[in-house]
């Protein structure tokens, strides 16, 4: 069936240090939503793309989304602590389902 | 505006009892969506309504689980009778609907964490 899969799983950084996640569907997506988790709450939407090689910009974080649109990527630039969470992307497939990743969980290290 | 509302937020029961939880959606949102997450693995799709109708139950792993939307506007999730692989956080989330990109965000509720012993 459909995947999406992303890696890396965890990710320990020193505050300061930048971080990437990296989002692979096994079909290609209509659009790619990112969310957030801290620990213990609930996701809460970061960001969506839409277009194929699109890239956006929230502050220290960049997304985007791959040409084939079959792939994404968050970036942080030089963490911080209050960037610690669960970092999901979800994406929605031509039959209208949307499909979480997995996540990957960020430790930052002050 | 008020967000997605789940309730209870934590629920406690033993093997064999039934559990209720019930998502309010946001006010206007026709979709409306039930995940879960079991210890601290994927957000597992379950189930999406339109409205009130089920447009994908295709996540709901068996027949212990019913889910309800009468009326369209808030639902309720049935486990009846509850096992231990049950246990894990259950979310809702609920987005506008429509052709375009921006009505299609969901947005989640806090969860009901479901602890099954």
Known sequence: ?????????????????????????????SNIQWYKQRPGG?????????????????????FQFGEAKKNSSLHITATQTTDVGTYFCAGKTSYDKV?????????VIP | EAGVTQFPSHSVIEKGQTVTLRCDPISGHDNLYW??????????????????????????????????????????LKVQPAELEDSGVYFCASSQGGTRAAKNIQYFGA??????L
């Open chain 1, 42 to 62: 609930h996701p809460v939407f970061l960001i969506q793309l839409v277009k194929s090689g699109e890239v956006k910009k929230q502050k220290r974080l960049t």
């Open chain 1, 99 to 107: 499909i979480f990743g997995p996540g990957t969980s960020l430790s």
């Open chain 2, 111 to 116: 969860g009901t964490r479901l602890s099954v």
């Open chain 2, 35 to 76: 995940y879960r997450r079991v210890m601290g693995k994927e957000i597992k799709f379950l189930l999406h309504f339109v409205k009130e109708s089920k447009q994908d139950e295709s996540g709901m792993p068996n027949n212990r689980f019913l889910a309800e939307r009468t009326g369209g506007t808030y639902s309720t």
């Open chain 1, 1 to 29: 069936g459909q995947q999406v899969m992303q890696i890396p799983q965890y990710q320990h950084v020193q505050e300061g240090e930048d971080f990437t996640t990296y989002c692979n569907s096994s079909t290609t997506l």
